[in-house]
């Protein structure tokens, strides 16, 4: 018994060990600087059309485009798929200037039916290079020309730093996931940047070379449809491209419950990716000798922090137990445990003294091991009860 418990331990300092040391060297690569810097593109103006998949978003539709419509040129195209809506989002879209179109299914609901749905019409007068902003997000001016230069330029798919934000006044539990969300998609894709590797998609703030963007297998109900496709195309030798200069930005829910509903849709999405998607992407990254493919798969292979967290706690303890067990015959386990741990307490104070101090405070940060242990029931949820299908986020 001793023996079995002993090689669990080896495995699962393994895995957790490489899933630690990604982290931990994504965060701490990072460069410390303004998502905006850098000036503007120059060179070719690439034909751009702005894909807006929408489902009952009339309260916040209008405010979309009236940031996206200034930022287009002539010849470019905005489309809006009001997709499965029983309010005025398609009225609403037509008297902003928006291009619109109208597709209702009995059973294929969810964001990439939707999309495939635009990108169909789309390529009856087809532009050059497509771009995917969700209708709850705000573009900052001028990332539609930085993001679509990019793609058309490298031929690849690009994405934009997206950043959700708490609302005014928002419990330290809301602003902790908002900070959550800076270390997930912008403090790690930054620093695998730095080192010129791929980031994962993220949903919004995405463009694609059209040729690329019309042979994209879109129609699916996935939880994370985004990293799936990013998955897909890095596979298909085309890995994405992160561009920090370009911003895109939505905020949370308001509503407790459907803060709620879209953590579980994201992270039993991520945990369903991360075990069928991420080893076949690993395994073809190394097969191949490619590198820029073995580090995304590395980067989708990471939990959620919170769950890595609690992992590495765990992971202390049993090899604690172990040396224990074992009369200090095998303290060299408990010893890369603790390593491991200080590694990963290294990245998340460096993730939090240079993008959440803004957001929590030092005494409030005391609270966070209180917090990991709250999301105990999402992840044994996904064992026990796994969110499979695709619901919308109520916005209110």
């Given at each position: 018994m001793l023996t079995a418990f002993l090689w669990l331990m080896y495995a699962s300092l393994a895995v957790v060990?490489?899933?630690s040391l990604t982290f931990g060297a994504q965060v701490l690569w990072a460069p410390r600087r303004h998502p905006l810097d850098g000036g503007p593109p120059t060179g070719r103006a690439w034909r751009v059309a702005v894909l807006v998949p929408a489902h009952n978003e009339a309260a916040v539709i209008a405010t979309t485009l009236a940031g996206l419509l200034p930022q287009l040129r002539p010849g470019d195209r905005l489309l809006v798929v009001a997709d499965n809506c029983t309010d005025d989002t398609a009225a609403l879209a037509?008297?902003?200037?928006?291009?619109v179109v109208e597709r209702s299914h009995a059973t294929e609901r969810g964001k990439g039916y939707a999309l495939d749905f635009g990108v169909r019409h789309l390529a009856q007068n087809p532009p050059e290079v497509l771009l995917i902003v969700d209708a709850d997000c705000w573009v900052q001016p001028g990332s539609l020309h930085t993001l679509s230069h990019l793609a058309?330029?490298?031929?690849?798919?690009?994405?934009?730093?997206?950043l959700m934000n708490a609302p005014e006044g928002a419990p330290l539990k809301q602003r902790v996931a908002a900070w959550a969300w800076r270390v997930k998609n912008w403090v790690r894709p930054l620093g695998w940047h730095r080192m010129g590797w791929p980031c994962q998609l993220m949903g919004t703030g995405m463009a694609f070379p059209w040729a690329m963007a019309e042979r994209m297998a879109l129609a699916n109900g996935h939880l994370v449809e985004d990293m799936k496709l990013g998955a897909d195309l890095a596979l298909a030798g085309t890995p994405p491209l992160f561009c920090p200069q370009a911003l895109v930005t939505s905020e949370f829910p308001t509503a407790t419950a459907a803060q709620q509903s879209q953590r579980k849709r994201w992270e039993h999405g991520h945990l369903s990716m991360l075990f069928s998607l991420g080893p076949r992407v690993l395994w073809q990254g190394i097969r191949r000798g490619h590198m820029p493919t073995v580090a995304m798969a590395l980067d989708l292979l990471v939990p959620p922090v919170a769950l890595l967290g609690l992992l590495l706690a765990l992971l202390w303890c049993g090899t604690l137990t172990l040396a224990l067990w074992a009369g200090g015959a095998y303290l060299g386990p408990w010893a890369l445990a603790n390593c491991l741990i200080v590694l990963f307490m290294l990245a998340l104070c460096r993730a939090w003294w240079g993008w959440g101090r803004d957001l929590v405070s030092a005494t409030e940060a005391m609270k966070l091991p209180w917090l990991l242990l709250g999301k105990v029931p999402l992840y044994v949820g996904f064992v026990f009860r796994r969110q499979r299908a695709w619901v919308r986020t109520e916005r209110k």
């Open positions: 060990g490489v899933w037509r008297a902003a200037g928006a291009e058309g330029t490298h031929g690849r798919p690009v994405q934009a730093l997206y």
